[in-house]
């Protein structure tokens, strides 16, 4: 007597209502389904992921509540798993009658009676198309960086790029070369100098341009200077706002760059006049000694400090 009041108690153990609410209550879609593929019990997660009432569900066959192609492949898993009873886990697609299309993985086992007799299914559904997106995401983002950092690599003038913390993120050896000799040992010893503190890398002109930029967040700031006797051309650029900046060094005592430099600035001055400087800028790079010279007398706007 005491066992069938207990036995006919709300919430108890062997109520099915309570049954129901207990997987109702987990978030991750479950459903049961008879050895013929019959829905028999889902939860009201189920409910969500499919867009269909449980009215709708029960007592249906995998062919009539999904597309043709996913009710084929639950079809072929559920009698695999019967033949074959154990746990079975695998990824696949779900294409709802709507057209839509979901990356899931799908945890299933045998439910068996009393006699120990296979009587159906029960699986839960785990919905990783977000998941897949964002994995595709940062494989197209981890091949961008990897394409960058090679194309940084080949680039002849010298770029450093550095994070929030004052490190180095990524710069190449034409950047380790430009900041002398103990840079460059250095960089041949730590690829890219990546982790490397640029306080310790640059003078302090650089270091106030690059602190600059970062607190800002202003787009570009561009300078020349000299450095170790050597007239440089500096342009530091926000890269991710107040938390990464790159910085481009270009040589200015490089013929090439010199004659590439002049036709850039003279083209912002006088664009009339551009014949006649892509002339000039052709002799100065047969004259690397008097390049200096002539630059400042072409561009008067500028002015070198002699910061080290």
Do not use: W
């Not at 192609?69 to 559920?78: I, L, S």
């Not at 450095?227 to 650029?237: A, D, F, R």
């Not at 040589?251 to 010199?258: C, E, F, G, R, T």
């Amino acid at each position: 007597m005491i066992y069938d009041k207990k036995s006919t108690l709300t919430g108890n153990i062997d109520d099915p209502e309570f049954h129901q609410k207990i997987i109702d209550a987990l978030p991750i879609p479950i459903f049961y389904r008879d050895v013929n593929g019959i829905y028999q019990m889902c939860n009201k997660a189920h409910e969500k992921f499919t867009s269909k009432q449980k009215a709708d569900i029960i007592g249906k066959s995998v062919f009539e509540m999904h597309s043709k192609e996913t009710a084929e492949t639950y079809y072929r898993h559920d009698q695999e798993l019967l033949q074959k009873p154990d746990e079975q886990v695998y990824e696949t697609q779900i294409k709802h009658k709507d057209g839509t299309t979901h990356n899931v993985i799908l945890n299933k086992a045998v439910i068996r009676n009393n006699d120990n007799e296979i009587i159906g299914i029960v699986g839960s559904i785990n919905n990783i198309t977000e998941l897949k997106k964002t994995q595709k995401r940062l494989e197209m983002a981890q091949e961008s960086m990897e394409v960058s950092s090679h194309m940084l690599h080949k680039i002849s003038a010298g770029v450093v790029i550095i994070d929030s913390n004052y490190k180095v993120v990524d710069s190449n050896e034409s950047f380790a070369r430009l900041m002398g000799e103990e840079t460059m040992e250095l960089y041949e010893t730590i690829p890219g100098l990546k982790g490397a503190s640029v306080q310790v890398l640059v003078p302090g002109v650089i270091l106030k341009m690059l602190t600059s930029v970062m607190q800002s967040g202003e787009d570009n700031l561009e300078r020349d200077l000299k450095l170790q006797n050597k007239l440089i051309h500096i342009s530091v650029v926000t890269l991710y706002k107040n938390k990464v900046v790159g910085a481009v060094i270009r040589d200015m005592s490089a013929p090439k760059l010199v004659r590439d430099e002049i036709i850039s600035r003279a083209q912002r001055i006088n664009k009339q006049n551009i014949e006649m400087v892509q002339k000039i800028a052709f002799l100065l790079g047969e004259n690397a000694a008097e390049i200096e010279e002539l630059l400042n007398s072409i561009i008067e706007s500028y002015r070198y400090d002699d910061d080290e």
